[in-house]
């Protein structure tokens, strides 16, 4: 598809509905088209997954580890996130409460969202479409071992599964179990290995592998630019 | 009055025959009248079922895919974001909008952020912010403004007048959450926590009445405080926008699978965590 051809774009009903919607908005004084533009600035600048160097550091340093599980808001700002960004009190859909799940050699969490798709936007990026769909909601509540084979992670009967339904306020952000072979890695290198997929529970870091599972895009007519599907 | 029965929970051959799957995504009844004598309890039940409570509903495997997103998508999440900065509604009413309120064939039917654009209209509609008439009118002259649009020439938003924010009526919250962020801002409110960690308790079996966030896969479970949590409205009054209503404590509960599952198959030592509203639990010892 080149781009000096100017294509005739199928205007979806979509589109045309939030044009009409933001116009009455503004014009009704709701919000105004400054906040609106601010807003997306801040989106479209957020980070992929941030959390990577927050699993990074906490693998490295004791202390901080610490105070991660003590106060989660309070370390976000040790590796840059502000939860209470842009608005003063935070991404309205995300609320202001992290708590980090920390795996062991025995314990095993994943996350989900059996009611929407309630997820750690500020420190984690956007969801992927997967964890938003009715399939993986129903099901991974139930049959989690199951679930997981299908993201290509089995785990041993020994090791005890425990789901979080992420229901309410609270976000969730899993810590995994750092990988040997990592012995003397600097936190940069450490922070390449914590996926995003990793964080949910439905991958466990290897060194090496510093990408989630490809797994096939569904393409937008009009994607928004830079958009990324996922670290 | 409250008695401990026997749990009725799932097994593996009453899956496919509960009323609740028969139910998704849409009706699959041939008979679209009927008398009231021919609704049962479970019956009721599945039609007053929540669309957006879907934990433990049978479904064959799925293939996982990212997707790139739209730019009415992004414009979509923003408008909703800016919405509730703004103090038209707090995220819970647009999840009962867009989650629930919508009805299960458009809940299945739509894209993600096609329901976060209808949220939009009814809360604007509810709150008597636009009317009907103008947001019909609107729509059309936009449709007309679209046709022949090309990728160079797209189409945006072209507000005809800046409104009064002064005279919008906006929520509290808005305002009370600004440098605490939210559950923070209710700290304080909820007075003394009816449980500890580590205490025994019940989710209890109330009613589903239009919305709440106490999935029907775990009523009348039995599980474990993990976690005191935080206070904060109940997802019940904060839904409708009730400012008026005390915050309650909130709950991380455990629960064993095999308790929720009796058809589960794996190690019994699995578990699974869910943050429970206190007005949802009971004390429960065994």
Known sequence: ?231 | MKQAVERPGPTNTDIMGDPVSEMRPALHRLRDWVYPDQIDHALYRAYMKQSHDVGGEPDAPGIFEEKEEEKWELNTFVDCEVLGWRGIWTSEERRRIGNVDIGRTMYCGLPYYGRWLWAIIRILMEKQHITLGELVERVHSVQERAAGRTTQNPLEAEPRSTGNEKTVVRNRHHKDAVGKGDPQCFKGMAGKARFSVGDKVRVRELPTILYSRTQEYLRGAQGTIARVTYESPAPEDEAFNREDKKPEWFYIVRFKMTDIWKSYAGPSQDTLQSEIVERWLEPHST
């Open chain 1, 1 to 231: 598809m080149t781009k000096d051809v100017p294509m005739v774009e199928e205007i979806t009903d979509f589109e045309v509905l939030e044009v009409a919607l933001r116009e009455l908005a503004i014009e009704k004084g709701l919000f105004t088209a400054e906040e609106h533009r601010r807003y997306t600035e801040f989106a479209e600048g957020m980070e992929p997954a941030p959390a990577s160097r927050l699993v990074a550091k906490a693998w490295t340093d004791p202390a901080f580890k610490k105070r991660a599980l003590e106060d989660p808001i309070a370390a976000s700002l040790e590796v840059g996130i502000n939860w209470l960004n842009p608005t003063g009190f935070g991404t309205p859909s995300d609320f202001t409460a992290l708590h980090i799940l920390e795996d062991t050699p025995t314990l095993h969490h994943v996350v989900t969202c059996t009611l929407c798709s309630c997820y750690p936007r500020p420190i984690l990026g956007n969801s992927p479409e997967w964890y938003r769909t009715p399939n993986y909601r129903r099901r991974i509540v139930r049959t989690p071992r199951q679930v997981l084979a299908e993201f290509g992670l089995f785990l041993s009967p020994e090791i005890e599964i425990r789901v979080e339904d992420s229901n309410s306020k609270h976000r969730f952000l899993v810590l995994p179990v750092r990988p040997a072979g990592t012995e003397g890695w600097s936190e940069e290198q450490l922070a390449a290995i914590v996926t995003r997929d990793c964080m949910i529970g439905v991958a466990l870091p290897k060194p090496g592998v510093t990408t989630n599972v490809v797994r096939t895009v569904h393409h937008a007519t009009e994607p928004i630019t830079g958009h990324s599907t996922g670290k």
